[in-house]
Every structure is written in structure tokens, then in C-alpha cells.
């Protein structure tokens, strides 16, 4: 049975409409994603930018290495961090830290580069680092340059949602050259 020549243009055009629909559900979100990304990752580079300025400090001394040492130091972070998780989140989440501490573990975990330093007493409690997004290793090239037992100075965004009670997750991390 065939349908009637208004009822087939009414068919066609249910058809087109439900096409476009189920178009916009789908490459709605992916294309949203992107610009999410693309918007934090131009924040997270403008608030390196202004991190800088704590480097340039600390080069033209301004700051005391060992004041730099102490204040930023894995342990001290790590400290205030596991004093109270839920403060740290809501003070740090989501901003930049400059973080000072010996290498612990270098490794490839999910085709990105990480590295480790241990942090704390306990023997699970480190500070991660990364800079990768979905497989893009963004700083390989930097990671490659050290090793484990050297002390090096990283900036990267903490993110309190990935930290868990014994590991702070830092990412978009860079190692900055003092």
C-alpha cells in the first residue's frame, strides 16, 4: 500500500526532521567538549603566563632559593593538603602551584608521560603530574630531560575532583627552568 502523496511528503519530512535531530544530539556535545577544552586550556596557559612572574622573581632574587625550597616544597604541600582535603579542594582547586620536590617515578601511564614525587609520611602519599589530554602528551619533551632522584621545580592545575586521600593530581604541568 502505497501512501498518499501528502502523507509521503509528511513522511519525507518527519524522516529529514528526525535525521537532523538525532544530528544535533550527537555532534551537539562533541563539538561543546571541544571549545570546553579549548577554552581551559587558553586559561590554564594565561594562568601560567601570570605564574611567570613568581619565576622571574625567584631568577632575578627577589625571592631566596631556599625560601622558594621550603614555601613550595612537596612536603609542604602535601601537608596542607592532607590536613584537610575538602579545605584544600575549595582554596586550590583549579589554580596553579609551583611545586619543588625529587623525582620518585617517571613512567607512561594511558600513552601520557607522568611523574611522581613522594610526598608525606605515609607510603602510598605522593604528587602526580601530568600534562595530557586524552593521549596528547603535552610535555613529553620536558619529561624527557629528567630523571628519578633529581629535584626539579613543576607548575601544573591542581584538580581536587582527581585527587584522591593519598595522591594530589596536578595536570597541564610544565617543569619550569630556574
Not at 632559593?65 to 583549579?94: L, P, V
Not at 605515609?122 to 589530554?133: E, S, Y
Not at 593530581?169 to 630556574?178: E, F, Q
Amino acid at each position: 500500500m502505497n501512501p498518499e502523496p501528502s502523507n509521503k511528503k509528511l513522511y519525507i519530512r518527519l524522516s529529514i526532521l528526525i535525521i537532523v535531530i538525532i544530528a544535533i544530539v550527537y555532534f551537539v556535545p562533541a563539538f561543546f567538549e571541544q571549545y570546553r577544552y579549548s577554552q581551559m586550556e587558553a586559561e590554564a596557559q594565561e594562568e601560567l603566563d601570570r605564574a611567570q612572574q613568581d619565576t622571574i622573581k625567584l631568577a632575578q632574587a627577589k625571592v631566596l632559593r631556599s625560601e622558594f625550597e621550603s614555601s613550595y616544597s612537596a612536603d609542604a604541600w602535601f601537608e596542607k593538603f592532607h590536613a584537610n582535603k575538602i579545605a584544600f579542594d575549595q582554596e586550590y582547586d583549579g589554580q596553579i602551584l609551583d611545586v619543588n620536590g625529587t623525582i620518585t617515578r617517571i613512567s607512561n601511564d594511558y600513552s601520557c608521560s607522568v611523574i611522581e614525587i613522594k610526598a608525606g609520611a605515609g607510603i602510598f602519599d605522593k604528587l602526580v603530574f601530568n600534562n595530557c589530554n586524552y593521549g596528547d602528551d603535552k610535555w613529553q619533551k620536558e619529561v624527557i630531560e629528567v630523571a628519578v632522584g633529581e629535584t626539579v621545580h613543576i607548575r601544573g592545575k591542581y584538580n581536587g575532583t582527581e585527587s584522591g586521600d593519598f595522591e594530589m593530581d596536578l595536570n597541564k604541568c610544565h617543569i619550569i627552568k630556574d
